[in-house]
DNA sequence: CGGAGCTCTCAGCGCCATCTCAGCGCGTGC
DNA sequence: GCACGCGCTGAGATGGCGCTGAGAGCTCCG
């Protein structure tokens, strides 16, 4: 889930990327409204997190620009507590939730989750592939009924991998998506974890869900075989 | 698919060149801005990715060089995101998109799909040839409902075979489109890909869809025969 | 400060995809 | 009808892709 955050204030926005990056989001942050802008405009971002005060251009013209250029992304305002933002504006503007600050970050992080689930209403709460679940809000993954315990980036590459389950993805794709959408590392990586996957979610149920296409990447299994 | 990319910074260039590979795209890339000028003007590309900062010509060049010289092949810009470069006169002078760096890579890849298929409308999203059938997108290959599992090459050749189904393909045509514009090797590389492609898509079906034309080529039958 | 858990790197290895080559069959031209 | 050569195919050679085990850093805990 890739998560945009637009925050001015380096501290708090260095403790949220990595709050957030903890809890299986890929983070990137912009400090300025147009670098915001620009970044929600392109980078395909699942939610996007915005402050309204910041240089060059205010959160509050950032989200009209972007429902003016008819994008719509998930938006997540944050607010100062002294009230100089009314919360009905937000939803006016076309910000999907608010929260105030200081705000405690296990609501945030529920907040975000609502936000992308709501925003790809054809996603179904809980991804299924055959036997195997995966639930992206409790983040509960089993398979037959028997719990199986994941890593976040192993929860992260299945989660991607059930999302897109049928098709074929690449392990730049992967990189891009549940790594870092720079990521400068090797695509070993990726082999790696498939191979925890695998180890986890298939051996011990003598399934082979995750298929490997040589020379193009992964699939997995639209009914989890 | 051929893309042609123009871009002088080495490590860039080649990550994106595995990466649109591994998306089944053949790639060529250019560091200056004249050699790219000439490759976009030769190559007979689907679609150039063009870098603004080049050596020798910028990119903002190479573009109105092209159309000046009637060139009308798709073009994505590259710009750098602090805005030495505006957007506004990307499509000025004939660019069909642009992407501000660093972009993530599954936005580059379905932007340029989007100019591929733009480029020629009449293409549909999968391709059919009677029962046959093969889905770019998915890289799934079927007949009659079932599956075939193609090697990444033997895809492209399929693919090439499809797009071009009721005409004559020569093998130097196959060589430059689904190899590479300049492959050195023998054409009887593509002898022997045919006949993997015919063991798999057409002897198991008792069918005969790619025919020989001694001398000429091979014939995909439009009807999937 | 030590241990546990997670992430990532690295090197080695096995195997698969790709390509080359040689031999042969058959189509084609004479 | 004959011979040439185009195209097909089976048998490797090879290079690199993907998998794995080991282990190094890092963070979070107690």
New binding site residues.
């Given amino acids: 889930m890739r998560v945009l955050l637009v925050e001015d204030e380096t501290r708090l926005a260095e403790t949220v990327r990595?709050g957030l990056m903890a809890e299986g989001f890929v983070v990137d942050v912009e400090a300025t409204g147009p670098d915001g802008l620009w970044s929600a405009t392109e980078g395909g971002y699942d939610v996007v997190v915005l402050d309204i005060m910041l240089p060059g251009l205010n959160g509050y013209d950032v989200c009209k620009e972007l429902r003016r250029r008819e994008i719509w992304t998930p938006i997540l305002m944050l607010t100062a507590k002294d009230g100089e933002f009314d919360q009905v504006d937000a939803f006016d503007l076309g910000a999907d939730d608010y929260l105030t600050k200081p705000f405690s970050f296990a609501v945030l992080v529920a907040r975000l989750r609502a936000l992308i689930r709501r925003g790809a209403p054809e996603r179904p709460v809980a991804l299924a592939a055959g036997d195997l679940s995966l639930n992206p809000s409790t983040r509960r993954v089993s398979r037959g009924g028997v719990d199986i315990s994941l890593?976040?980036?192993?929860f992260g590459l299945l989660h991607y991998l059930m999302r897109r389950r049928g098709e074929v993805v690449s392990?730049v794709d992967i990189l891009q998506n549940v790594?870092d959408a720079h990521y400068e590392?090797?695509?070993?990586?990726v082999?790696?974890?498939?191979?925890y996957l695998?180890?986890k979610v298939d051996q011990p149920f003598g399934r082979r869900s995750i298929e490997?296409l040589?020379?193009?990447?992964y699939r997995m299994a639209a009914d989890g075989r």
């Fill in positions: 990595r890593t976040p980036r192993e392990k790594w590392g090797d695509e070993n990586v082999e790696v974890y498939i191979g695998r180890r490997t040589r020379g193009m990447g």
